[in-house]
């Protein structure tokens, strides 16, 4: 004869069992040093030898060094400079991460800039759903949307892209025509919107934007330029016909065409005959985010992550300072 099943009451502090075996599961899922060969993927947007990106990933390799060897930091380049982003792209590039990567999630995702950071997060959110997202270089615009997003955190690079425009103009006040050269990469059109909002209320500033020229176009314009007028260079890495330039090529053009001083807004491109700026550092980018990872895989920190700015160093040349007459005592005390 059958017995009849009768469910069996459970114990009253089954509950805290419960929860307690939930822990010791999501406990698998952090970040840790205990794990041999624990991988940290980091997708660069860009390709190996540019300097902005390596000097980001330098970053993160020194600080993630006092976890050596346990680390394997595993990089990959995007190249979204070389090649345009799409659905399609990002499709096949997701496909290749996840044949190289295998079963096994990595432990974090780093992304450097904002091509990266959108793989990143694609990847994660389709694939790793518990893995945490660290990036740099990333557009400060998007702040409020990622405070949204679960287990995302980094450091923004243009918090100083409208202070750096503030302080050319208060040392060049006789400026009446005020350009800006950038392309229509999504870092530049990001930066452009920002610089809108100072541009807007100053009476009186004829503002020309030059993108969507070959790099000649933009010479032969820079040329016919005066001293009462500025020029606000932007990151400029692939003009109308699809040349593409490194920050320092696309500085040394402007600089050797323009009769107008020219400003820019990242240490890669200070070069010679450039003005100055606030200037936002690659190096000290990664090294904010590698301070990040380092914290996280080490239990430092816990959830929400910070999202904070790295800000610009204000950096001139001294001989464009006496060549557009601009008195030292003009500038900022820790320029």
Known sequence: ???????????????????????????????????????????????????????????????????????????????????????????????????????????????????????????????????????????ISRRAALAQMNNVGGVFDDLDVADSLALVLKLRPQTRRLVVIHDQSRTSLAQVETLREVIRPLAGLQVEFLTGLNAEAIQAKLGLLTANDLVFALPFNKDARGTHFSHEEAADLWAHASNAPVAVTRDVAMRPGILGGYLVSGLEQGQATGRLAQQLMTGSITVPLPMSSVPGKATFDFQQMERWGIPLDLLPANA
């Open 1 to 139: 004869m059958n017995t009849p099943f009768r469910p069996r009451r459970l114990p009253k502090h089954s509950g805290a069992v419960a929860w307690c075996w939930l822990w010791a599961l999501a406990l698998l899922w952090t970040p840790s040093l205990h794990a041999e060969g624990t991988r940290v993927l980091l997708i660069a947007s860009y390709h190996q030898g540019m300097a902005w990106s390596d000097a980001q990933i330098e970053g993160v390799r020194q600080e993630l060094a006092p976890l050596q060897p346990t680390i394997d930091l595993q990089v990959e380049y995007l190249d979204t400079k070389r090649t345009a982003p799409s659905e399609r792209y990002y499709q096949q590039f997701e496909s290749l991460l996840l044949a190289k990567m295998g079963a096994l999630p990595p432990a974090l995702i780093l992304a450097a800039d904002d091509d990266g950071l959108d793989m990143a997060l694609r990847l994660r959110d389709k694939h790793f759903p518990r893995v945490a997202v660290l990036f740099s270089g990333v557009a």
